[in-house]
């Protein structure tokens, strides 16, 4: 439990401890899939704010937050939105290692 809110969640698809490349790999993909990103999409890169560059509104951050909780087996508090970077592709994979491994 962290900031009063359980941060694990349990399916039976989560991994722990992935390789960070690993996870950038699904996470663009179900991003590429989801919100139909063209692959070709010269702007769609590993940094770039997915939401500042409209690949993904509030409502697909919902779903994205969904995708990762469930894949990963991680969960997100209120404090992490406010105070991690979460806004492009390798800073959610960061996270998502760092929560595996228990470093945050």
């Keep these: 439990m962290r ?8 399916g039976a698809i989560a991994k722990t401890n992935m390789p ?3 996870i950038i790999s699904e996470l663009r ?3 590429i899939k989801q ?3 063209p692959e070709n999409d010269d702007y769609f890169t590993n940094t770039v704010d997915l939401f500042n560059y409209g690949y993904i509104d509030s409502l697909g951050a919902a ?3 969904s995708f990762v909780e469930t894949r990963f087996g991680i969960g997100f508090t209120d404090a992490d939105w406010a105070n991690v970077p979460l ?3 390798e ?3 960061r996270f998502v290692s760092k929560r595996q491994l228990g470093e945050i």
Excluded: C, N, P, Q
């Design 35 to 37: 919100f139909a990103v």
């Design 63 to 65: 779903e994205l937050t």
């Design 20 to 22: 960070i490349d690993d």
């Design 3 to 10: 900031g009063g809110k359980d941060v694990t969640t349990t």
């Design 87 to 89: 806004s492009s592709t």
């Design 91 to 93: 800073e959610i994979a």
């Design 29 to 31: 993909a179900f991003i």
